[in-house]
């Protein structure tokens, strides 16, 4: 048994206590506030070397965006449930958006796209969307039609995608497409791709997602809402009888290029936590800061697999005329790869914050005379640092305001967002590898201790891992990025050859703007226009339009 774990949640101006038994104790909790999600795809049909552009709506029961969960999560489960894809999304005011490339090795068939919060999972509620993937150098795509349970896929139109008024464009134009008086303010996301007419079912939209009854069913585990964002959980255990296993202190760090230093405590039972609101990257460093610390075995858990399994996968049957088209698609996919370094997509993470706040005193030891070692360089450069020694054990301490400075408390040291434990092990470290070094004197509160003082060194190529190091490998969020918008303002005669498929994708359009502008391609064909979201005032938002390039 676990020992009661206390969570304090606010919300709006709201708090209200979770309280978890254990992880087999979950029952009585008042899931409350709910969320679900929306997920806007650009298709539910692609061919392996496409990419699946999306966005998340995460919405409350009143169908507000919900500010409460921070993280999003979203799977491609196989017909065997096997998870091949999951990512981890950022949300900002109930939205997130990003891209799953459709890898070559996938086979052909029906797929299934599963979208939920850590806290849905509780009740194991989750969006879920049918996802339709051919691979068209797979041997041999069945073609049988006397399978049941199947889609069959032909190239007669659709009735329900011949619209009137539908406009026709040449190759490279540009489409303005006029939004005055057809959108509220609210939160949009806009895909114009090319249409391969067949009967796959028709995906969800923001309209028929809303009239959709979740069936849920309460877990048996506790999942921890991330309403702070990325939350972590691991423990410690002793390698010999009579260490304790509370109130052990657990830095954590991530050396990246904006690196996040934090500490930890460990309960009663050697169980920790750790809430990371910016994580970009991978990998999680963490170290028991302790005396003892070489006789502990720290771990950390990993993420939890889906509670729940799905059994309506179909499979595809393709005719002859369907299966010309998708090779002629393949064909151009693989032209455009082969030119994606100039029509590539940018991606950026945004800075971690500083979570040390105040004057820094900053030297850059290149601005000084290098010395050999750690000692001659606090010596004779930081006016406002000195190191005792007893026994072999150094300390570094810094000098504050007052004449006398407090050597009872410790001096946090830090080197490339490693908390260094033992300073030891700065003064064996090579000054010739620091670029800078930067002090904060007055005392500082981190964590659950009071330093006199911080002392951060950073290395020219932020390579330094600590003797007692741990490193673990995690789910990071998705990066930002600002998809590629081809133009042909100043010259349609481009040699680089056009064979995009996709010619438009906005997660997140700017309401100002009263237009919606784009160039087609090379690829002749029925095009959709398809704009989902959600009004300010809760009103679902699904709206399609078509033309034809020639």
């Known amino acids: 048994m676990r020992k009661l774990l206390l969570l304090i949640v606010f919300l709006a101006n709201i708090s209200f206590l979770l309280k978890a038994q254990s992880k087999n104790t979950a029952e009585n909790f008042n899931y409350s506030p709910k969320e679900k999600i929306f997920v806007h795809t650009n298709n539910n049909f692609l061919i392996t070397g496409e990419t699946l552009y999306y966005k998340i709506y995460c919405l409350d029961t009143d169908n507000n965006f919900s500010n409460f969960s921070k993280l999003a999560y979203i799977e491609l489960l196989d017909s065997e449930n096997t998870s091949l894809i999951k990512q981890k999304i950022n949300l900002k005011n109930g939205t997130g958006n990003s ?29 879920e969307e049918n996802i339709y993937i051919v691979n068209p150098f797979e041997t041999k795509i069945n073609r049988e039609k006397d399978k049941k349970n199947t889609i069959v896929l032909s190239e007669e139109k659709d009735a329900s995608l011949i619209l009137k008024n539908n406009k026709t464009y040449a190759k490279r134009e540009q489409v303005i497409f006029p939004l005055k008086n057809k959108l509220k303010k609210g939160n949009y996301s806009i895909s114009v791709s090319r249409q ?52 052990i202190k657990i830095g954590v760090s991530t050396n990246s290029e904006n690196p996040v230093t934090k500490t930890t405590i460990t309960d009663e039972d050697g169980m920790f936590y750790i809430l990371l609101e910016d994580l970009n990257t991978n990998k999680l460093n963490l170290q028991i800061l302790d005396k003892e610390r070489e006789n502990y075995i720290i771990t950390l858990n990993k993420e939890k697999k889906l509670n729940k399994e799905f059994d309506d996968f179909k499979e595809l049957i393709i005719d002859k005329n369907t299966a010309q088209i998708i090779s002629k698609k393949s064909l151009f996919i693989q032209i455009e790869s082969a030119y994606n370094k100039v029509k590539k997509d940018s991606s950026f993470f945004t800075a971690s914050k500083d979570i040390f706040h105040g004057k820094k005193l900053i030297y850059k030891l290149d601005d000084y005379k290098r010395f050999r070692t750690i000692k001659e360089t606090i010596i004779e450069i930081l006016n406002n640092a000195f190191y005792t020694e007893k026994e072999g054990q150094y300390h570094v301490h810094i000098r504050d305001n007052i004449s006398q400075p407090d050597v009872t408390k410790p001096t946090l040291v830090v080197l490339d967002g490693y908390i260094i434990y033992n300073h030891n092990e700065l003064f064996d470290f090579n000054p010739n590898r620091i670029n800078q070094i930067s002090i904060i004197k007055n005392k500082y509160i981190f964590g659950s201790e009071i330093y006199q003082g911080i002392i951060f060194i950073d290395t020219f190529k932020k390579d330094y891992i600590p003797k007692f190091n741990n490193e673990f490998s995690v789910l990071a969020p998705q990066p930002e990025k600002k998809y590629f918008k081809e133009n042909y303002t100043h010259n349609k005669k481009d040699r680089i050859p056009d064979y ?29 226009i398809n704009i989902e979201g959600f009004t300010n005032n809760s009103e679902p938002v699904s709206l399609k339009y078509n033309f034809t390039v020639k």
């Open 500 to 528: 995009r498929t996709q010619l438009y994708w906005n997660p997140n359009f700017n309401f100002a703007n009263k237009n919606i502008s784009f160039f087609t391609s090379d690829v002749t064909g029925d095009y959709e």
């Open 99 to 127: 891209d799953l490339f459709i890898k070559s090795g996938l086979k052909s068939g029906s797929y299934k796209l599963v979208a939920y919060t850590r806290w849905m999972t509780n009740e194991k509620k989750y969006f």
């Open 196 to 247: 391969i007419n067949s009967f796959i079912p028709k995906k969800h939209t923001s309209k028929s997602f809303l009239k959709t009854i979740y069936i849920t069913k309460k877990d048996t585990a506790f999942n921890i809402p991330e309403i702070r964002g990325n939350i972590f959980s691991g423990e410690i255990t002793p390698k010999k009888e009579g260490l304790k296993v509370s109130a």
